[in-house]
């Protein structure tokens, strides 16, 4: 195995997250972090629960248990982020 | 506040706060128990039906450019039944889909259900629009109905037909509603051979299947509840 097959999920990349205003926010994690992590750091900083934030890479839904390494996100990459909708009436 | 994650069926995630929107009878569907319901409907209807997540439909009408994002085909418009037979695509139609504030958390008000009759051969394909409470949610679906057929690239004389559904008797079960309507359809399209459907036929199966009274709807809401609590026990 080479050396960069070996470090390869150790090195971090930047995420780009976009919300439906159009507005960016960056994460840097590692390649084998859970995106679990993304949602819940993301929702702390706009002040809003994680359960009301729908992630989605290219139209598709991300599942919290996955990786970039899972989603073959590589630096820069964007993904989007959804907000909860509701109806009644 | 703790509000755990509970589930992951198949990417449709429910948090404990989802849960308890089912288990009181009156609170408004949100997104996350639409999207668990029609990800179970998709298991059970897989061969010719298709369930739409309503935020994939809404990252469609808000954030999707034909020019920009034309390749990324997130509704999948371009894949078709292959042996030539109508695939039908079901869209959970929110008013947020054309709101102003669509921007905030917990936007919209309203659900109902778009149906396309997907044929192989574009200009057979026909789109039916059930409202429960009938000319609510009339401007949402005709604008998704409308970007479909621009994405499609086909130009119906009749870009939407309005079906008569049975009306809510209230102001909270709307969701209920389009899950039902959504079920009724799919068992029927699923039971037989048939490729070609007409507006009154599909009007029979709804008034059929869906009953109007909140003894049905609140069966419905118990009903999910126990599904989800017993996929849980099942994941564990």
């Given at each position: 195995?080479?050396?960069e097959a070996k470090t390869e999920g150790a090195e971090p990349i930047t995420i780009?997250?976009?919300?439906?205003?159009?507005?960016?926010t960056f994460f840097k994690?590692?390649?084998s972090t859970k995106m679990q992590k993304v949602f819940d750091t993301y929702a702390q900083r706009?002040?809003?629960q994680a359960s009301s934030l729908r992630f989605l890479l290219d139209g598709e839904r991300i599942e919290p248990n996955q990786t970039p390494k899972m989603l073959e996100l590589d630096d820069q990459d964007q993904i989007d982020c959804m907000l909860e909708q509701t109806g009644g009436c | 506040m703790s509000n755990p994650l509970l589930l992951n069926y198949h990417d449709a995630v429910l948090y404990q706060s989802d849960l308890n929107i089912l288990e009181s009878p009156r609170v408004w569907l949100n997104d996350a128990c639409m999207n668990f319901v029609l990800t179970r409907l998709g298991k059970e209807f897989a061969s010719r039906c298709r369930f739409v997540d309503p935020s994939v439909l809404s990252f469609f009408m808000h954030q999707w450019d034909e020019e920009e994002d034309g390749d990324e085909d997130v509704l999948g418009l371009k894949r078709p039944q292959d042996d030539g037979s109508t695939l039908f695509l079901f869209l959970p139609i929110n008013d947020n889909y054309v709101s102003q504030n669509w921007t905030n958390p917990g936007g919209g008000t309203h659900w109902s259900l778009l149906l396309l009759a997907m044929e192989k051969k574009k200009d057979g394909s026909q789109f039916w629009h059930f409202d429960s409470s009938?000319?609510?949610n009339q401007r949402a679906a005709l604008a998704v109905a409308q970007k479909i057929?621009?994405?499609?690239?086909?130009h119906p004389k009749h870009p939407m037909e309005e079906c008569t559904a049975p009306q809510q008797q209230n102001g909270y079960d709307c969701g209920l509603h389009t899950l039902a309507t959504a079920r009724a359809l799919a068992m029927a399209f699923s039971s037989g051979e048939e490729n070609k459907f007409r507006k009154d036929t599909l009007e029979d199966i709804v008034r059929q299947t869906v009953a109007t009274s909140p003894s049905f709807f609140s069966k419905m809401r118990q009903a999910m509840v126990q599904d989800i609590q017993s996929l849980i026990q099942e994941d564990s």
């Open positions: 195995m080479s050396d780009r997250v976009r919300d439906q205003t159009g507005e960016e994690i590692k390649k706009k002040g809003v | 009938a000319g609510s057929q621009r994405v499609m690239n086909h």
